[in-house]
């Protein structure tokens, strides 16, 4: 190892995410950082101080730790497939990094155990019935209408927008008192509110005179007036600013608790008692769904009634390919259904 220069895992990864920085959309070094986080953590329990010491048996070893869970704070007893694969490339692309700093060997990328995985493998299991929103959007409009909560929400289902895209939303990006309402999803990396594609995201979204109305009465009304670090006027507000994602993806888990909505318990809990009825551990609750399961929801139901992909691939920013692959989560019944009707009429 005499031609190897030493440093530490987290030294070795703090210089591949400054590297990216210069090639790389702020989301995907964000997202190669949280990656890498389990891979120096592991180094820290193996004692595995400089990057130097890394073979093919203990990229072998990561693995076999990551699959069965590890870092993962007792959550899951064993890590999907899909979510192991990705890391597992992200740590390739790293010690290809790490080689051309000369912290490990020029062929140390390659004994990185990639799996291979199924198609069914590939996509997320996670998915809302889109029968499940109207009925909760129809309950937080009756009991706290115009509501922080209430706003979000209506965001996710209508306008089908990632979570980042929601929370980087400015009052100057709403167009509210109009004919043809919109908002505007704008990419702005440089204050803390980066879109998924970086400017490829950018579009304006229309929405309906109702839901403006709900904007304009959450703005007018309960909305706390404030700016962010950057002295922009966010639109989804907190006492500290801008909403920040945490925030959001709670709010989502908060309220897809049927009994949350009047629906009673489908696991059978009484919610007095349920360890998970509750704001923070909201997320534990079996029928909870992320942000991301309102866009799968949101592109079915659009498909359901007919609208062509290529539009909804350009209302929500994403391409046809991957709408059909991982946010169409209708049954084969359903597809063959919508087959019909476009051939038929």
Known sequence: M??????????????????RRDDAAAWTVKSHKSRLRPFVEWCRVEDIENMNALDGRALYQYRVWRREGGYSDGDVEELAPATLETGLSTLRTFLRFCADIEAVHSDLFEKVPIPNLSVEDEVSDSKMNPERVPPILEYVGRYEYASRDHVILLLMWHTGA??????????SDC????????VEYVHRPDRDT????DRASERVNRISDEVAEVLRD?????????TDDYGRSPLI???RGRISGATIRKTSYKWTRPCHVGEGCPHDKD??????????????????RSPHDWRKARVTKYRNDGVPRPIVSDRLNSSEEILDKHYDRASKRKRAERRWKELHG
Request: glycine fraction near 4%; charged fraction near 25%.
């Open 175 to 182: 167009e509210l008192d109009t004919t043809e309402p919109t």
């Open 271 to 288: 919610p007095k008692t349920c360890d998970v009825n509750n704001y923070n551990d909201a997320s534990g609750c079996p029928s909870a």
């Open 194 to 197: 980066p879109l998924k594609n």
């Open 237 to 239: 507000t907190t006492e």
């Open 2 to 19: 005499s031609d190897l220069s030493a440093i530490s895992p987290a030294d070795a990864v703090d210089l591949y995410l400054d590297s």
């Open 218 to 226: 959450y703005i007018e009304g309960p909305r706390t007036e404030t």
């Open 162 to 171: 990632r979570l980042g895209a929601i929370r980087a939303l400015d009052l």
